[in-house]
């Protein structure tokens, strides 16, 4: 598996930027806590889902 670059490198970054592996690895994570997302992590977490579905 690719090395996952953390959340604090990928924020400064577009999401077409992305690696495929880590869609699916920030997805997998807040998809996880979401009943606790605030509304800025509820924005990321739909940003990826929108990439991912972009990607096919």
Same mark, same amino acid.
């Given at each position: ?8 490198? /990928?924020?400064?970054?577009?999401? %077409? ?9 920030? =997805? ?8 606790? /997302?605030?509304?800025?992590?509820? %924005? ?9 579905? =972009?990607?096919?």
């Amino acid at each position: 598996m690719e090395d996952i670059r953390d959340m604090t490198q /990928l924020s400064m970054m577009s999401k %077409t930027e992305w690696t495929d592996e880590e869609l699916s690895y920030f =997805h997998h994570s807040l998809q996880q806590i979401a009943p606790y /997302l605030n509304s800025e992590g509820q %924005t990321i977490h739909r940003e990826i889902i929108e990439e991912i579905t =972009h990607r096919g």
